[in-house]
Nanobody
Framework: VQLQASGGGLVQAGGSLRLSCAASGRAFRSYTAAWFRQAPGKEREFVAQVTWYSEVTYSDYVNGRFTISRDNAKNALYLQMNELRPEDMGVYFC???????????WGQGTLVTVSS
């Protein structure tokens, strides 16, 4: 599985962005897919994930503001980000995980910048 993230950019605090992740290979449809982010000088952290059967999980700091979704017919993963805050800035990565495995497939990342 190969992943390619896109959709990052510059937005004012309180604004919205929608990230996309294009996946290659039919196997993606049976994988758990997720978004992670990494701010400058910080470790990469979990943002949200969606299983192949559409069960979603969010980190506490984005719950209620971000929405993760997938379209298996298009082999795509999305992250709708609303009410963005300066602390949401960073490089956002999409990732995929086979059942019972770790997140072993990663996209190249897309930069999100939030101005205050």
């Amino acid at each position: 599985v190969q992943l390619q993230a896109s959709g990052g950019g510059l937005v004012q605090a309180g604004g919205s962005l929608r990230l996309s992740c294009a996946a290659s290979g039919r196997a993606f449809r049976s994988y758990t897919a997720a978004w992670f982010r990494q701010a400058p000088g910080k470790e990469r952290e979990f943002v949200a994930q969606v299983t192949w059967y559409s069960e979603v999980t969010y980190s506490d700091y984005v719950n209620g503001r971000f929405t993760i979704s997938r379209d298996n017919a298009k082999n795509a993963l999305y992250l709708q980000m609303n009410e963005l805050r300066p602390e949401d800035m960073g490089v956002y990565f999409c990732a995929a995980q086979r059942v019972g495995d770790h997140f072993g497939y990663w996209g190249q990342g897309t930069l999100v910048t939030v101005s205050s």
